[in-house]
């Protein structure tokens, strides 16, 4: 057929980039002695950018799992399939360290150059990234159970993925899950009616529903089970559950059904029943919970990371429509408003990413260190909180910025909206995260006392940020319906914490728009709303991909 009209105005696709050539990761990087990493990271970036992996990442979303419980003689099976996309997306990560690698360097930015590399590749597919995240969380609890460790830590820190069930200890590669949540309890845990019966050889029986099961083909889970011997520690304790036992047996593990979910399309989500499934203890009696918190921290260092990287990459993709789309006679980068919603959304996401790498930093750090450990407990809490809550009103004005283009699959920027409310709800709500911040302070409160600490330490460069320190330690002065106001007081801290961490480390322009937005009550709450005098042209600048 022949062309009846000559396409203008439409802008280059988003690719042949490199992700990872955003100022604040390889400048943080650099910072603080990690740049060494930068050629590593570059290439994930550029594999990140590119149009074939871009491709390999749109497979695996418009391929989601599928479940088959039995064969098809009618042998329980029990297997999640996928398409071979989500393989690809998964053999790279592990292969450049994202999952459980960390834990096995002897580097002192170890966890630091892995959140940099996850924060970049979450750019290709979102999905994936789940399971990742918790084969890379698991260590710290599993080594609660030395033995377990001692067995199955090389396998989870390999850089092989062998996606293949078969014995873990056979395998050459390791991926972990966590099976936690229940239907009657949700974030509740202690409202868990799944058993474990203990047995003579030391391993339990466990028999229960789970409601929310990721990546259910994992290796291994972590599972929640009441423990009744009769004993004072009687309660939630945590268990080691493989998918095959050290036998070559399929444990007794039976998937009910996938999650039919908003986003997060590639990745496995399932209800999972346990029928006497043989599991191992991992930690003390009766505490479970304190036990799987350590993995749950690590998840949510991710959740914080990926909802910054949501920001950034809609920023991007806003940035990159601006430069080649014109209306009402001119570039949309060059007219005024425009310039003042892409640099409200470059702010944020420069504060998040920042917040979110100065937390893995503060994680290598904590390793050796109490002050950073109480440190990170707190801080982890607050920007949880704050960072992921923000991700879903940032990816619905990016993706406006492309107007009814952005509503459109085409573009990418459904899913990335789609995807932003995840990590909000992911490893416990905005509540739940809020009222974390508040019951760290009450078990320990020298951490508020850290805490402060790091805010003062920006304090004297600008008195709009020296006023909301003085209003926000005043406020703890006042205990009444703390609990009320959790939500205002955690979302005042996290601003603070971005602020005092852009006011030392961050670009002037990036630290004065925060500042002066976000802390003087000038910003009208919806992005595009800054005052006058903003260095628009350089935040624009640090937005743009360069292709």
Known sequence: MKANHIVTNQVPPLEGYDVANYPVLTEYLDRVGAGESLPDLHELGQM???????????????????????DRYGNRIDLVRYDP????????????????????????????????????WTAVDAGHGCPISMTYAVIPALRHNPDLAARYEAGLTSLEYQPELTVPTAKRGLIAGMSMTEKQGGSD???NTTTAVAQADGSYLITGHKWFTSAPNSDLLLVLAQTSDGGSADGVSCFFVPRILPDGSRNNIFLQR????????????????YHDAVGWMVGEPGRGVRTIIEMVNMTRLDCATASAAVMRN???????????????????????????VLADLHVEAEAATLTALWLADLTDRALADERSAQLRRISLAVSKYFICKRAPMHAAEALECLGGNGYVEDSRMPRLFRESPLMSIWEGSGNVAALDTLRAIGREPQTL???????DAATGSDQAYDDAVAAVKNAFTDTDALEYR?????????????????IRYGHPAVSDAYVHSRLDGSWGSVYGTLGAGVDTATLIARATPKL
């Open 486 to 502: 959790a939500r205002h007081l955690v979302g005042q801290m996290a601003t603070l914490l971005s602020a005092s961490l852009l």
């Open 189 to 191: 845990v202690r409202a």
């Open 48 to 70: 990140a950018g590119s149009a074939e992996w871009i491709t390999v990442g749109d497979l695996a979303e418009e391929h989601p799992p599928v479940l088959e419980t039995h």
């Open 85 to 120: 996309s989500y393989h690809r997306l998964m053999d790279n990560a592990v292969s450049h360290g994202l999952a459980g690698r960390p834990w096995a360097l002897d580097d002192p930015h170890a966890h630091l150059v892995r959140s940099a590399k996850f924060s970049v």
């Open 449 to 455: 006392a850290v805490f402060f600490d790091e805010l």
């Open 314 to 340: 809609g920023t991007t993709a806003a940035a990159h429509h601006a430069a080649y789309r014109s209306a009402f006679g001119a570039k949309l980068v060059d007219q005024p408003l425009m310039r003042n």
């Open 258 to 273: 996938l999650k039919d979910k908003l986003g997060n399309h590639s990745n496995a989500s399932s209800e999972v029943e």
